[in-house]
């Protein structure tokens, strides 16, 4: 475009130039030579009028399309600008959701920590009970075992009793003898025995329940 302009100045001016060379050629021109000059003089102000139209018309749609340009990028940057407070937000809330899901899964874990914990005692706990309501069982069937053996003992010793104070009396019949006492001492010997066992597996029996009161926990 520089280079248009530069050979449409430079044309004007050679054009000028040769009229004047023409002038001074000739001080007196025929009026024929005059009436052509003022044709060319005429056509060049016509082509350089229309130069500088061309030349304002192409300054003004430069002007219109650079304005264009401008509000154009303006707009575009006006965009980007919005995107990028779009973009900071969702960034900000994306953090701060990720911070939240940061703190429920601390909280989680610790539930599940404190869970597994609960659950691994009352697994423990239950395995324990079944043990002890296991020995619970079996030493209320000894008690009652042994109860049964005190009462027999009984009963055999009090077959030996009347005949022993008989005996001891001197009222008794021929038969009763020292041996008859011997067999009740015997058989109480024997009484006292399975008394003895039957207050220790009631004792134990009494551990066991304090121990079951304590370790096993009543449902409230």
């Known amino acids: ?36 000059l003022q044709i060319k003089n005429k056509q060049l102000t016509t082509e350089k009028a229309a ?38 937000k969702q960034i900000a809330a994306l953090t701060t959701e990720q911070k939240t899901l940061v703190v429920k899964k601390k909280k989680l874990d610790t539930q599940v920590v404190k869970l597994t914990s609960t659950a691994e005692q009352q697994k423990a706990v239950l395995n324990n009970s079944k043990v002890l309501y296991q020995q619970q069982l079996e030493l209320q069937k000894q008690i009652n075992a042994a109860k049964l053996d005190v009462k027999k003992a009984q009963q055999v010793a009090a077959e030996f009793k009347q005949a022993c104070d008989e005996f001891k009396s001197g009222t ?13 001492d015997a058989r109480l010997k024997v009484v006292e025995d399975e008394q003895a066992q039957l207050a220790a597996l009631e004792q134990e029996l009494d551990s066991l329940n304090q121990r079951i009161e304590i370790e096993i926990p009543r449902p409230k």
Not at 76 to 84: A, E
Not at 175 to 183: G, P
Request: hydrophobic share 40%; with cysteine; proline share 3%.
């Open 1 to 36: 475009m520089a280079s248009w302009k530069l050979s449409l100045v430079a044309g004007l001016v050679v054009g000028g130039l040769l009229t004047t060379a023409v002038w001074h050629r000739s001080p007196s021109p025929s009026p024929e030579e005059f009436a052509e």
């Open 51 to 88: 130069v500088e139209l061309k030349l304002e018309q192409h300054q003004t749609q430069s002007a219109l399309e650079i304005e264009q340009l401008r509000t154009e990028l303006k707009a575009t940057q006006q965009v980007i600008d919005d995107q990028k407070i779009q973009f900071e």
């Open 172 to 184: 008794g019949w021929n038969w009763v003898s020292q041996a008859d006492c011997d067999k009740y």
